[in-house]
């Protein structure tokens, strides 16, 4: 989102200091040295509320950093006790947060955070250039949207603050609906306005609906999202409303009061279109009735305010006092916030006196890690769109190369034991014929009646061989090809190479499990026709062989195919056991029995039927 560019680009322009950017989300590796540096500041946007979300790699750097550590923390009522444990785990020294400062011991009580400095801050703040790169702003008479509004529904979650989001834009669609009042209003995900084009939409409307930003509910541990979830899935996947919700949220919702002013009063006042926003205190940064016009949270005035809509002098007049008061007099630029922070930041660089070691280390000449990850280098701004969702989606190639890797050796595997099982049958198989004796080598051998060259087993290797043959190389290749699109940093080469290296390995694993699920099927019929083979040989020797044999070797190796009967029975009965739909029923059923069915299971291993 824009909001969040301008305030990683912000910190490069204004903080007096020389800064890189690097990705740390989704796995990310990195591939330099941390102590190259002074200060990392982690921005909001990787968010370490969320387990996973914001990669070991990254982590493990930062602990191990002896710089200064300022952390950026938006929404931070999501999981609060993880992002806590991270704030102490990580060591950061500074919180840039959107906690009120008479507030602050109910989130961040000063007993576990002795020596970290909490700063309040806003969400967002005005772009100093803005006007280099918005659209110029349109008269109003000009506008064409009487009353626009983006948001979206997230149920009864964050209580009354979240609430007002959804129902400002329902509610006045509604109600201008009824009057036959055309607006620009939507909460839904297919109708949000991104980067520049949202900017145009602001500049297009002659009121702009608002509300409060930011949550009073504080799910510490989890638990409140966790019963949200629960009645989502409950409801058939329909989050609860508002009102159903309430009895969860109604107390802790009165316990601190979060309601923030949001970047998008400040996008439009820079666009110089009239707000209409629920009655609220909006960080105190703005008033009623001077800055914008209040609406009732019951919608009461909503007369007076489309009344009041009409005068376009005093509209023109409001967002004049608006755009002065929120751009002009500077107070609310990112140039003066992160004057704030970067005093902050001195302030602990003098208390540290940190010598830092003249490392120098250039970053890793190697752009992949083992495990065929990107090795992040800093870079000297922000990554587009493309190189995020690049990253994002090698994420996925190492998983499916991971288990592709998997799959091979299993196959390997399986085969080793498969041929081996083959050759020790066929070496039982003909222990046994020969002790009926010449007679038995019809054919001039004693398996006269199996070829292994001419089964399916055999076949089937042979095919694996051969797909295998080219499908390694072309693994190699489409990393390779990865590899050298990264190196130029070309997002449309890096994205294009990167989708083939993906459908390779993403084809092989589903291939490799085709393969293994063949593997099983022929070698289970090639054995059952070796089996039937063998036994028809065996009738065919005990019917004419047999009875004109000595009767002492006839008696032994009568007790002998009695043996090998019993035996093979027992394992019928076993392999049916295993692969019945009633035992798999009883071990969920009766969890006790699992250690039975692994004696089972072992039995079946020792005696070669696996």
Same mark, same amino acid.
């Given at each position: 989102?824009?909001?969040t560019?301008?305030?990683l680009?912000a910190f490069?322009?204004f903080?007096g200091?020389?800064?890189?950017y690097v990705?740390?989300?989704?796995?990310?590796?990195?591939?330099?040295d941390f102590d190259?540096y002074?200060v990392?500041?982690?921005?909001?946007?990787?968010r370490?509320?969320?387990e996973?979300?914001v990669?070991?790699?990254?982590?493990?750097?930062?602990r191990?950093f002896?710089g200064i550590?300022v952390l950026?923390v938006?929404?931070?009522?999501?999981?609060?006790?993880?992002?806590?444990?991270?704030?102490?785990d990580?060591g950061f020294?500074i919180?840039l947060?959107?906690?009120?400062?008479?507030?602050?011991?109910?989130?961040?009580?000063k007993?576990?955070?002795?020596d970290?400095e909490?700063?309040t801050?806003?969400t967002?703040?005005?772009p100093?250039?803005f006007? *280099?790169d918005l659209?110029?702003?349109?008269?109003?008479a000009e506008?064409?949207?009487?009353?626009?509004y983006r948001?979206?529904d @997230?149920?009864g979650?964050?209580?009354r603050l979240?609430?007002?989001?959804?129902e400002?834009?329902?509610r006045?669609?509604?109600l201008?609906d009824?009057?036959g009042?055309?607006t620009?209003?939507?909460m839904?995900?297919?109708?949000?306005?991104y980067?520049?084009?949202?900017f145009?939409f602001?500049?297009?409307?002659?009121a702009?609906?608002?509300?409060e930003s930011?949550?009073?509910?504080?799910d510490?541990d989890?638990?409140i999202?966790?019963r949200?979830?629960?009645?989502?899935a409950a409801?058939?996947g329909?989050?609860?409303?508002y009102a159903?919700?309430?009895?969860?949220?109604?107390?802790?919702d009165?316990e601190?009061?979060?309601g923030?002013i949001?970047?998008?009063?400040?996008e439009?006042?820079m666009?110089?279109?009239p707000?209409v926003l629920?009655?609220?205190?909006y960080?105190d940064?703005?008033a009623?009735?001077?800055?914008f016009i209040?609406?009732?949270k019951?919608?009461?005035?909503?007369?007076e305010?489309l009344?009041?809509?009409?005068?376009?002098?005093?509209?023109?007049?409001?967002?004049?006092r608006?755009?002065?008061h929120?751009?002009? *007099?500077?107070q609310?630029t990112y140039?003066t916030?992160?004057?704030?922070?970067s005093?902050?930041?001195?302030?602990?660089?003098?208390?540290r006196?940190?010598e830092?070691p003249?490392?120098?280390v250039?970053?890793?000449?190697?752009?992949i890690d083992?495990?065929?990850?990107?090795?992040?280098p800093?870079?000297p701004?922000?990554?587009?769109e493309?190189?995020?969702?690049?990253r994002?989606?090698i994420?996925? *190639?190492?998983?499916?190369?991971r288990?592709?890797?998997?799959?091979?050796?299993?196959?390997?595997h399986?085969r080793?034991?498969?041929?081996a099982?083959?050759q020790?049958l066929?070496s039982?198989?003909a222990?046994?014929l020969?002790?009926f004796?010449p007679a038995a080598?019809?054919?001039?051998?004693?398996l *006269?009646f199996?070829a292994?060259q001419?089964?399916?087993?055999?076949r089937?290797?042979a095919?694996?061989d051969d797909?295998?043959a080219v499908?390694s190389?072309?693994?190699h290749a489409s990393?390779a090809a990865?590899?050298?699109?990264?190196?130029?940093g070309?997002?449309?080469?890096c994205?294009?190479?990167?989708?083939?290296?993906?459908?390779v390995?993403?084809d092989?694993?589903?291939?490799m499990i085709?393969? @293994?699920?063949r593997?099983?099927?022929v070698?289970?019929?090639?054995r059952?026709?070796?089996?039937?083979?063998?036994r028809?040989?065996?009738?065919?020797?005990s019917?004419?062989?047999?009875?004109?044999l000595?009767?002492?070797?006839?008696?032994?190796?009568r007790?002998m195919?009695?043996k090998?009967?019993l035996r093979r029975a027992?394992?019928?009965?076993?392999?049916g056991?295993?692969?019945?739909?009633a035992?798999r029923r009883?071990l969920?059923a009766m969890?006790?029995v699992?250690?039975?069915?692994?004696?089972?299971a072992?039995r079946?291993k020792l005696?070669g039927?696996?």
């Amino acid at each position: 989102m824009q909001t969040t560019l301008d305030y990683l680009v912000a910190f490069k322009r204004f903080s007096g200091f020389e800064t890189d950017y690097v990705h740390v989300t989704h796995q990310a590796s990195m591939g330099f040295d941390f102590d190259n540096y002074d200060v990392v500041f982690h921005s909001y946007c990787a968010r370490l509320c969320f387990e996973g979300y914001v990669s070991e790699s990254y982590r493990d750097r930062l602990r191990r950093f002896p710089g200064i550590k300022v952390l950026a923390v938006q929404d931070e009522y999501d999981h609060t006790d993880a992002l806590k444990v991270a704030i102490k785990d990580l060591g950061f020294n500074i919180v840039l947060t959107c906690v009120p400062q008479d507030s602050l011991e109910y989130v961040y009580p000063k007993s576990e955070f002795p020596d970290v400095e909490f700063i309040t801050v806003f969400t967002g703040y005005v772009p100093d250039d803005f006007a *280099s790169d918005l659209p110029p702003a349109k008269s109003l008479a000009e506008r064409s949207i009487f009353i626009g509004y983006r948001g979206r529904d @997230i149920g009864g979650r964050y209580g009354r603050l979240g609430f007002d989001k959804f129902e400002v834009g329902r509610r006045m669609k509604e109600l201008c609906d009824a009057r036959g009042i055309a607006t620009d209003i939507a909460m839904d995900e297919a109708s949000r306005i991104y980067g520049k084009a949202w900017f145009d939409f602001v500049g297009n409307c002659r009121a702009m609906l608002g509300s409060e930003s930011g949550s009073n509910v504080f799910d510490f541990d989890g638990s409140i999202d966790a019963r949200f979830k629960e009645m989502t899935a409950a409801n058939g996947g329909v989050p609860p409303s508002y009102a159903d919700f309430l009895p969860i949220v109604a107390e802790r919702d009165g316990e601190i009061e979060m309601g923030q002013i949001s970047p998008r009063v400040f996008e439009c006042a820079m666009m110089r279109t009239p707000m209409v926003l629920f009655k609220g205190r909006y960080s105190d940064a703005i008033a009623p009735n001077e800055h914008f016009i209040s609406l009732e949270k019951d919608f009461s005035n909503l007369d007076e305010v489309l009344a009041r809509l009409e005068d376009l002098p005093a509209l023109d007049a409001m967002t004049e006092r608006a755009f002065k008061h929120l751009v002009g *007099s500077g107070q609310f630029t990112y140039r003066t916030f992160y004057g704030r922070v970067s005093a902050a930041i001195e302030r602990k660089l003098v208390e540290r006196a940190r010598e830092r070691p003249a490392l120098d280390v250039a970053p890793s000449a190697e752009l992949i890690d083992q495990a065929g990850m990107v090795l992040e280098p800093p870079t000297p701004e922000p990554l587009g769109e493309k190189s995020f969702k690049v990253r994002q989606n090698i994420a996925d *190639s190492v998983l499916y190369r991971r288990e592709f890797d998997r799959l091979i050796v299993e196959f390997a595997h399986l085969r080793s034991i498969f041929e081996a099982e083959m050759q020790r049958l066929c070496s039982t198989y003909a222990q046994v014929l020969e002790r009926f004796g010449p007679a038995a080598k019809e054919g001039g051998t004693l398996l *006269s009646f199996w070829a292994p060259q001419d089964c399916d087993f055999a076949r089937l290797l042979a095919s694996y061989d051969d797909e295998h043959a080219v499908v390694s190389p072309e693994r190699h290749a489409s990393r390779a090809a990865f590899a050298a699109a990264l190196s130029t940093g070309a997002e449309d080469a890096c994205e294009e190479t990167l989708r083939r290296m993906l459908d390779v390995e993403k084809d092989g694993y589903f291939r490799m499990i085709e393969w @293994i699920k063949r593997l099983n099927e022929v070698y289970n019929s090639d054995r059952l026709i070796l089996d039937q083979a063998y036994r028809e040989r065996i009738d065919a020797l005990s019917a004419t062989v047999l009875p004109r044999l000595p009767l002492k070797q006839q008696m032994a190796l009568r007790r002998m195919l009695l043996k090998m009967r019993l035996r093979r029975a027992r394992s019928t009965v076993l392999r049916g056991v295993v692969n019945s739909a009633a035992l798999r029923r009883l071990l969920a059923a009766m969890p006790a029995v699992e250690p039975l069915a692994k004696r089972i299971a072992v039995r079946l291993k020792l005696s070669g039927l696996t």
